[in-house]
């Protein structure tokens, strides 16, 4: 009866949709030789690729996929559901996820897709009450799986959604790029890039405990912000220099943004923080006393302000060290590890080369010395 089923169905398939007859004709031969793990890669395979006529793939499952589900995997099942999922009517879409969660309820990589899929529908229909609850559950059921996987991808997706949903900058920096390293971004079209990128991009501007841009520069989804929104790209290159003249020279873009204009406080004293780390580490770590007034230039604020700007600093962790009221001078010490782009890391590799012609100089001090010491 169920092969008579796929024939039946295959042959509407054929006769409806003119240019998928081979694919069903694939579909109906692979059913009736029960070679299933060959048909779920065809089937994921065909509803991923898309774009199918609406309403298209509800009916494949439920005429045909239905039929032989318990036989496919389910992990293979949950990104076959998924995908099916948007294909229905939005009010039906968790009730569909539910029915599908019970079928593979005995793997939790496929509860863990299903599960991130329902909350994201549920923050679409502004449902976040829940949500943080379902982020700690599915947090516990994905630190179990040890190594990370494309399910990993699944819940930073919900998670950094979540964040979003709430203005939580930081959290939805951090765990966007989680989500990123998760993923081909090749699988995602130019327009989703282009957000993700630009949501990014902002939140690593915006948000008060951001102040490591390298990994975000160095992220090949950048380039998508750079053909899209050039000047957002450029900013964040100010901030990681610290650089308050290019954050003057963009103001008349950046304004235009929202959120941004409403921050322009905050995202002054920001980049002011940035410029002092930026300072310090520039300098080699014999000479870090740096004078209020060099400080004052180089972040573009008034002498009065460099003493606020240190403890800041201090307070947030981003160098250590102490302010001499008397002398107007700051000996910082240390200076919070960053990812480094190429500017930086060419800056580096020079101390590292001034460093080493001293420490020679030294050594061959000391070798024209050993004679005298011998006879001493």
């Not at 059913?31 to 048909?39: A, D, G, S």
């Not at 920001?270 to 209020?292: Q, W, Y």
């Not at 972040?299 to 307070?315: D, N, Q, Y």
């Amino acid at each position: 009866w169920y092969q008579r089923r796929v024939a039946i169905t295959a042959g509407e398939k054929a006769k409806h949709l003119p240019n998928e007859g081979n694919n069903w004709a694939s579909f109906e031969d692979l059913y009736n030789r029960k070679l299933w793990h060959q048909l779920t890669l065809a089937l994921l395979k065909y509803v991923k690729r898309g774009p199918h006529p609406p309403g298209h793939l509800s009916e494949v499952y439920n005429t045909f996929i239905s039929e032989f589900d318990h036989r496919i995997s389910p992990l293979a099942l949950a990104g076959i559901g998924l995908a099916v999922s948007d294909d229905i009517a939005v009010e039906q879409r968790i009730p569909f996820l539910n029915t599908l969660e019970t079928k593979v309820s005995n793997q939790n990589e496929a509860k863990i897709k299903i599960m991130a899929k329902v909350g994201m529908l549920r923050i679409d229909r502004g449902e976040l009450g829940e949500i943080e609850d379902l982020i700690k559950n599915l947090e516990q059921m994905v630190d179990k799986l040890g190594e990370v996987t494309p399910v990993h991808g699944s819940f930073y997706e919900l998670s950094a959604k979540f964040y979003k949903a709430k203005g939580d900058y930081n959290n939805f920096y951090r765990d966007s790029l989680r989500y990123l390293g998760c993923i081909d971004i090749n699988n995602l079209t130019s327009k989703q890039q282009q957000e993700h990128a630009f949501h990014i991009g902002l939140s690593a501007l915006l948000g008060d405990k951001v102040y490591n841009f390298g990994e975000l520069l160095a992220h090949p989804l950048l380039e998508a912000l750079q053909m899209a929104c050039p000047w957002i790209v450029e900013l964040l290159r100010a901030f990681n220099r610290g650089d308050m003249n290019k954050l003057e020279q963009l103001q008349p873009q950046w304004k235009q943004q929202p959120d941004l204009a409403r921050n322009e406080v905050a995202l002054k004293q920001k980049c002011a923080l940035l410029g002092l780390m930026e300072l310090t580490f520039n300098r080699a770590s014999s000479n870090r006393s740096i004078p209020f007034a060099q400080v004052a230039e180089a972040v573009k604020l008034p002498v009065g302000e460099v003493e606020l700007l240190v403890m800041k600093a201090i307070s947030l962790n981003l160098v250590k060290g102490s302010i001499d009221e008397v002398d107007k001078v700051v000996n910082l010490t240390w200076v919070q590890p960053r990812v480094l782009d190429l500017q930086q890391i060419a800056k580096m590799n020079e101390r590292i080369q001034d460093w080493a012609a001293v420490v020679e100089e030294t050594v061959k001090d000391v070798e024209s010395q050993i004679p005298e010491l011998l006879c001493n």
